[in-house]
């Protein structure tokens, strides 16, 4: 361990992907952390479109932030909600009143849905961030096909069997993709009256293609596949109005009988906290050691920050940016008060971007280099069973999705927070 | 396949162990069910207090009741809730509006917590009957340590890290049991301030001793068991008042950080839905073929019936009670009606009543024969393991089991709906 003499606190604030890294630097080196989440759990966001599709529980894409960090004795843990941050005493509230006082602080509280004004959508088209998220999207969904059973008019069965998905980026194609197979070969046998395989899944992204971010290959490879399972891709298909029951297409409106918003997202609000001006999207300009500018021993990171690359591009909202910022930030902030070393600044390395369409089909870009089709898809098994934390997340999940493909049923399918029905 | 031309349809309420069997029996017959059930898995209760201590998520004791039947093309599922019964019109009717009619009639809706005229304890106190309350134990009882950890009075710490269980059997046993292993080797790890290891765990019985199903010897091996995993037990001690930081015990105010109640169940209220007498519980008498005195094509089982053995003694409420019933309705209700036969009366073959206490203890009761010990404890896993439905979850929850079992780990330490917590 190192000198244990320092009384400089680093109170870092939100345990994703990069907050979590922050404090395991900073704790090998045997910094004081202070760790702040409002949750007491770190989530394995990659995943969570499959608890949302009933593929997997969400105790298997959630670790305890104490049992990630239970080696390093000086950090300390904290679950709590900001209230403010006080840059001139340099102490940050929580809602309950107690007070934390830092010496240097870093923001790593990442995203939210944003609805681009429409904020009234969300009750109708929830999003996917957090595990109460998936637990209700996946509630909602499986209610459709109950109620859908139930019904004895065909047309409104038709309207119940209609799911909508928002926006064409990895998530929307991820949850497109396994709604469509979770209809088509596990929900097919549950039902008796109805025919869940003729299940109408709508991808509607508002740009000329899905997967934007993408190769323009890849992209059209997934439209292929997604249809292939039944999926229906709408491009240039700007959503007007979102409903409970229908959603309004280029002045046409269709009859839904779920509708997920994948479209947008946010920087946390917390951003605002800190006073310093935010782009549109509610995020900070950082400097390249992820230092705020004009701030003092303040570092925002992750999706809250807008960093550039050597080519003076903005990084992607991923999740492989923000762990490596959180390990380039836990290593620099370490030299930085142990040794008062100013670091050069973060260089991300690109390790693939990916997204999963289904059973056999996956695309990954490298930007030297593509793969996609069977190859990438149990290449993206191997990656995101081996990047959960925790063995017994990586073998129990191993073990699902083995199960998975053996025999197409999903294990978690739970109705478990019953949003009011409509009657009928 | 039997006969398919008879329209006399089964309405079976409650997919409970009773209900299921029912529905299975005749749905091998080819008999007309319709199963209505307010949630869409059936639960598997024994291991319900494994969620509650974090040990196991949700989806691994909760199997969809459309998968359970769906090779049965004669038992049609509904998810509702019953909101009222027409014994002239022979109707069901459900929550929705819709009318649902019925030749016979079987009720297996179980029961519920019973505060014994102290409704307004539930609020400090939840009982443990469904996911819902298992989730909402579960991070109860970890913010308790949260809140503890971020204390700076000892005497604070000490209430919150103080768990009251109150009722000694099974259930309060086995709670006791599991949440003073999960403080003294999974919590203890956690965190850095508080002593987990050092959590009271009250176990509160108003008989003379816990376990009072099971003989004498048995129940004294658990306390010694217990009390060796640190969990004080208290008999003849009745709870005069519970609030969300204390409980009364013979005039004796003691702080806790949070309480559970496991003491006492009275059948489900479906039960009056009927309009026949029952018992203090809420219970209905039924004759030896677990039909309901005069009543015409009416039967009652599971918890909410009150069916006595060869001796006149009245059945336990166990889940192995309720699955025999169903079994033996599932048969005899096709009979009667493919055949117009009358069944000879239920008779209950006691398979083994059993506790678990903690790791390498547990207790069997088998009448004529008892085991403790380790044995019973290996005994008792295998047994669970082999009853869960499906063969996924068995998989999933012995691997679960075992890796519990080597590195003292419980998987599902997530803390989802956040009660309102109290400032300080």
């Known amino acids: 361990m190192a000198d244990k003499g320092s009384t400089q606190r680093v109170v870092i604030i939100g345990a994703g992907f990069a ?62 909600d900001i209230t403010g941050i006080d840059r001139e005493a340099r102490t940050v509230a929580l809602a309950d009143g107690t007070m934390i006082a830092y010496d240097w602080l870093v923001l790593a509280t990442g995203s939210m849905h944003s609805y681009f004004g429409h904020d009234d959508w969300s009750v109708s088209a929830p999003g996917l961030k957090t595990i109460e998220d998936a637990r209700r999207i996946r509630s ?28 064409g980026g990895p998530t929307g194609v991820e ?37 934007n971010a993408f190769p323009a290959s890849l992209a059209a490879y997934a439209q292929r596949k997604l249809e292939r399972l039944g999926v229906t891709v709408r491009v240039r298909a700007a959503v007007e109005r979102v409903t409970d029951r229908s959603i309004l297409l280029a002045g046409e409106e269709i009859g839904v009988g779920f509708t997920i918003w994948a479209a ?7 951003g605002r906290l800190l006073g310093v001006p935010t782009d549109r999207a509610g995020r900070i300009a950082v400097n390249g050691d992820l230092s705020v500018p004009q ?29 490596q910022e959180g390990q380039y930030l836990g290593r620099a902030l370490a030299r930085r008060i142990r040794e008062g070393l100013s670091p050069p600044p973060f260089r991300f390395r690109n390790r693939g971007n990916t997204a999963i369409i289904g059973r056999h089909a996956a695309v990954f870009d490298f930007g030297w280099w593509q793969l996609r089709g069977w190859i990438a898809w149990v290449f993206w098994a191997l990656i995101h069973v081996y990047l959960l934390s925790g063995f017994e997340h990586r ?30």
Chains 1, 2 share one sequence.
């Open 295 to 323: 701030l003092q021993n303040t570092y925002v990171l992750g999706d809250l920050a807008v960093c550039k690359d050597e080519h003076g591009n903005p990084l992607p909202g991923l999740a492989q940016v923000a762990k």
């Open 395 to 424: 073998l129990l999940v191993a073990v699902q999705w083995l199960w998975r493909y053996l025999t197409y049923e999903r294990g978690a399918r739970l109705i478990v927070e019953q949003p009011k029905r409509e009657s009928g």
């Open 264 to 270: 947008g997202v946010s920087a946390s609000g917390l």
């Open 19 to 80: 907050g979590i890294e922050v404090a395991r630097g900073l704790g090998k080196a045997g910094v004081p952390v202070t760790l702040i989440d409002r949750q007491n759990y770190h989530l394995f966001q990659p995943l969570l479109y499959q608890v949302a599709t009933a593929a997997l529980s969400p105790g298997d894409i959630a670790e305890p932030i104490r049992k990630m960090l239970r080696r390093y004795r000086s950090v300390e843990v904290v679950l709590g």
């Open 140 to 167: 909602r969904l499986l209610l459709a096909f109950e109620e859908a059973e139930m019904s004895r008019d065909p047309a409104e069965q038709k309207r119940l069997m209609t799911i909508a998905v928002i926006g």
């Open 175 to 211: 949850l497109a993709g396994s709604i469509a197979e979770l209809a088509r070969y596990t929900l097919a046998k549950d039902f008796h009256r109805i025919h869940a395989e003729a299940t109408t899944v709508l991808l509607l992204e508002a740009g000329d293609r899905i997967l």
